[in-house]
């Protein structure tokens, strides 16, 4: 998972639609150049300053005064590194030939998830694994569990529609978005997509778009359209944790304006801002930030995450059990009485 994520961070920097490019005989390796250039664009366009009441200037302050003339790559490197981890979001990374900075904002709080406990003791020999999905039959096959690790795996329309037939006549589904890292935001409409029957706004972004750290773009809305096919009209439990991130922590804002779709768990690692970057003098790549993910009321928690609606928690003194996985049993067969 996290080389897949570190690939998916230098991607994300090389396509960015801002990028800079410097000319090899204009670069500056001076460490104030550098410095100052990020602590500039991140003061111009980082999103989630007000929101985490961040003194980005007494930062500048701070961290510019560990500086000085001729100063080693390596040390350069930890200092912006130590400035933009004030930040306090996984969205932000510094990319250097011989390093990457990553805050790992799921090493915060304990773990909820153990595949060896969902493989031994809940799937078994009955487990399906189809495209991006593990999946199988539960609780007397009133239950069906579907296991998504990472919104970075593509499935097809085809897959999906294996999956959902399968588990037609069941009493409600279990989605497993537990330690799912993040990937392509557009995977998640082509999931919720399956749960709808009307086009059903679930969330609105914003953008920074100006000087001050309050001047944000208008809402744009993210609508959710029905699929043309294949649809599950029953409860779905969906089950987070701090190790569910960035496109996950929307799907999870999303599924609050839908009332057939439960989150059970803890609460998301965050990473609804919408990251984007560019090119340092020195040649060195960073993102951060520039947007914000807001629900219908205008409620910022996707980037200190969004809470279940169910709170349930992994016991580690018994592994022969997943508490949050019979959670979400205990309340599709509660709401099929």
Not at 64 to 91: C, I, Q, T, W, Y
Not at 174 to 202: A, C, K, W, Y
Not at 239 to 262: C, E, M, P, Q, W
Not at 281 to 288: A, D, H, L
Request: charged share 25%; glycine share 6%.
């Amino acid at each position: 998972m996290r080389k897949l994520l570190i690939i998916l961070i230098v991607a994300i920097v090389s396509q960015s639609c801002e990028k800079i490019l410097f000319e090899p005989d204009l670069a500056s390796t001076n460490p104030y150049d550098n410095f100052d250039y990020l602590w500039d664009e991140a003061d111009r366009k980082y999103s989630y300053f007000e929101l985490k009441n961040i003194d980005w200037n007494e930062i500048k302050t701070t961290y510019r005064a560990k500086l000085f003339p001729g100063m080693s790559e390596d040390s350069l490197f930890n200092v912006l590194k130590a400035m933009l981890f004030e930040l306090r979001d996984d969205h932000t990374n510094l990319i250097s030939p011989f390093n990457i900075a990553i805050y790992y904002v799921e090493l915060q709080s304990p773990p909820n998830f153990f595949a060896r406990t969902i493989q031994d003791y809940y799937l078994k020999e009955n487990v399906y694994y189809t495209g991006a999905f593990t999946h199988a039959f539960l609780a007397n096959n009133r239950v069906g569990y579907i296991r998504y690790s990472s919104f970075m795996d593509s499935f097809s329309d085809e897959q999906l529609d294996f999956i959902l037939n399968r588990y037609k006549d069941t009493d409600g589904l279990i989605l497993d978005m537990r330690m799912n890292g993040g990937g392509s935001l557009f995977i998640v409409p082509q999931i919720l997509g399956r749960f709808v029957e009307t086009n059903t706004t679930v969330c609105y972004f914003i953008t920074r778009n100006g000087r001050n750290h309050n001047d944000f773009s208008d809402r744009e809305s993210f609508v959710i359209t029905p699929h043309d096919g294949i649809r599950y009209k029953k409860p779905v439990m969906v089950l987070i944790d701090r190790g569910s991130y960035s496109a996950t922590t929307h799907f999870a804002l999303a599924t609050k304006a839908l009332s057939n779709i439960v989150l059970v768990g803890d609460t998301t690692g965050g990473g609804g801002g919408l990251p984007n970057g560019g090119q340092l003098p020195n040649g060195w790549t960073y993102r951060f930030s520039i947007g914000q993910a807001l629900d219908l009321e205008g409620n910022n928690y996707a980037e200190d995450g969004v809470p279940p609606d169910i709170v349930a928690q992994f016991d580690w003194s018994d592994l022969t059990k997943d508490e949050i996985i019979d959670r979400a049993i205990d309340e599709i067969l509660t709401v099929k009485k």
